[in-house]
């Protein structure tokens, strides 16, 4: 028997389907864009990241989460698949990269044991670290170190630059752990010249509206964080929030939802939708199915192929699939575009 909370999330998400199909009616099918651009069905042009969801535990309720991740979420990748995630990565070196998603990745009792393993098989690392983790207890107070030792590339949200915009998006207090998270990261060597060790901030807005240009919000973010805190960093990953999830919830009870749609719609870019990252990524679940990327997995939009679960790992058949397609893919390919690693094309 399914426990309360997973009953509980079960019927959210199907009153999300219930109003998502009746304010859809009238919005063009993302698919019929697609085949307009000449670009249906889409497929795969090489996989090169292999992105896992260590689980959706997390020590923050960031209100734009399209895991809905938080401290009451209990699903959580075990050893016994993060090992099948690494007899894959070991048989098929296409896989390049490996970014390891959550929740708070770091709250996963064999996520140190599982960033090791993948070093010891060559891979470049990337963790979702959603800075504050660093600071919520002292068995995390070494994790700057532990990235550097292994050569991690850490990726954290930061809201904005600002303390009243960053803690309404992500709660009370977070901006000054985060700011003290960054500065301890640099303490160890992130985001200088000539480290070689890759500090990335992510921006989501924070309402109804499509982000900026990144390279003029990059440079806002790196002027105010080093004026006013010393913080150095890399890149700037500017990213459209999904309407699924708790940002869904947020556009429905805000009445936002056809609007904030006809936005994406009216900027779809078929420049962008050449470049979407499930075209060389594929996502990993928690409990080890197989997804196109982090939104289909967490909409269960599973592969369009035999093989959907790690244990049944069939690299042709990936190779050769159709990517899935759905309405919240417009957020992906309006504008500039979006995807893990920001915006994916002028």
């Known amino acids: 028997m399914k426990s309360l909370q997973a009953l509980q999330h079960a019927l959210a998400d199907a009153g999300h389907q219930v109003d998502i199909l009746e304010h859809q009616k009238e919005l063009p099918l993302f698919y019929d864009k697609l085949r307009q651009a000449g670009m249906a069905p889409l497929m795969p042009a090489g996989m090169e990241i292999f992105q896992v969801n260590a689980g959706k535990m997390c020590n923050q309720v ?56 993948i070093k010891k098989l060559g891979r470049h690392v990337m963790v979702r670290c959603n800075l504050t983790i660093i600071l919520s ?41 985060s700011i003290r998270a960054l500065q301890l990261l640099n303490e160890v060597g992130y985001g200088k010249e000539g480290s070689g060790l890759m500090l990335n901030l992510v921006y989501n807005p924070a309402g109804a ?94 592969l369009d192929c035999h093989a959907q679960h790690v244990s049944h790992f069939d690299l042709d058949a990936i190779s050769n699939r159709h990517i899935v397609v759905n309405q919240h893919c417009y957020g992906c390919t309006a504008g500039a575009g979006s995807s893990c690693g920001g915006s994916i094309a002028s």
Request: net charge negative.
């Open 62 to 117: 960031c209100r734009h989460c399209h895991v809905d991740a938080g401290p009451d979420r209990r699903e959580i990748m075990t050893r016994e698949t993060m090992q099948l995630c690494l007899d894959v990565l070991a048989a098929h070196p296409t896989f390049t990269t490996v970014d390891i998603t959550g929740g708070a990745p770091e709250l996963n009792p064999h996520f140190r044991w599982f960033v090791e393993e």
């Open 137 to 177: 207890n002292k068995r995390f107070y070494d994790l700057p170190r532990f990235f550097r030792q292994h050569g991690v590339e850490v990726v954290s949200s930061l809201p904005f630059y600002t303390k009243d915009r960053t803690d309404r998006q992500r709660g009370e207090g977070v901006f000054e752990d």
């Open 209 to 302: 509206f499509l982000p900026p240009s990144q390279a003029a919000l990059e440079k806002e973010y790196k002027q105010e964080l080093l004026q006013k805190y010393g913080i150095l960093f890399n890149s700037l990953y500017v990213i459209t929030n999904m309407p699924i999830s708790r940002y869904l919830d947020y556009l429905l009870v805000s009445n936002n939802y056809e609007k904030y749609m006809q936005k994406l719609i009216t900027a779809f870019n078929p420049a962008a939708a050449q470049s979407v990252m499930c075209r060389n990524t594929l996502s990993v679940s928690w409990d080890g199915y197989l997804y196109d990327c982090d939104f289909n997995q967490m909409l269960d939009l599973k």
